[in-house]
């Protein structure tokens, strides 16, 4: 019979345990990156997301024509249908001078396939278009809201992406 050490009989234990300590490393390292207190229910939006939105027109110009934005929503009310209504403030920051905008917002949100429509009223500037709506889509954990803006005028197009959290950057950088 061969003779194995103490040392040798202990290391076969610890790789039994790698796995399980590799899980928990990894469960660990995803909770630390979390924004505390912001995540969404699997059924319902946050309360806050942050993003930008760009004109389909403006993209050429890169950074200059995009238009940070945080929105915070403050009511929520269930319509009979199921649907869920949210309401809020939108905070936007435009242009090579930061310039800062409000604009009351509603969205109205189907939990069954994710979906929104939200309208924009009552902006700060008189530049603000408000001929339509976004459209889009909550992806599954509802931690990203991406959509559309359709114009009721037919004019012009443009995207919206937001992540959950009101702690995104709303700064452009400063051109080099």
């Known amino acids: 019979m061969i003779r194995i050490s103490h040392r040798h ?54 950074d200059q024509a995009v238009q940070c934005l945080k929105i915070e929503f403050d009511k929520r009310e269930e319509l009979p249908d199921g649907r869920l209504r949210l309401t809020g403030v939108t905070r936007y920051v435009t242009g090579p001078i930061d310039e800062i905008n409000y604009v009351e917002a509603e969205v109205i949100y189907r939990a069954e396939d994710r979906s929104f429509r939200m309208w924009e009223r009552n902006a700060t500037s008189e530049n603000f278009v408000s001929d339509g709506y976004f459209e889009g889509y909550f992806e599954p954990g509802l931690f990203l809201m991406t959509g559309r803006w359709v114009s009721e005028s037919g004019g012009e197009s443009g995207t919206l992406t937001l992540r959950l959290g009101a702690d995104a950057p709303c700064r452009l950088p400063a051109p080099l």
């Open 9 to 62: 009989r202990n290391r076969g234990r610890w790789q039994g345990l790698f796995p399980y300590l590799l899980l928990a490393g990894l469960s660990l390292a995803m909770t630390a990156c979390q924004t505390p207190g912001r995540i969404a229910s699997t059924s319902e939006p946050g309360t806050a997301y942050s993003g930008v939105f760009i004109w389909d027109s403006e993209r050429v110009l890169a």
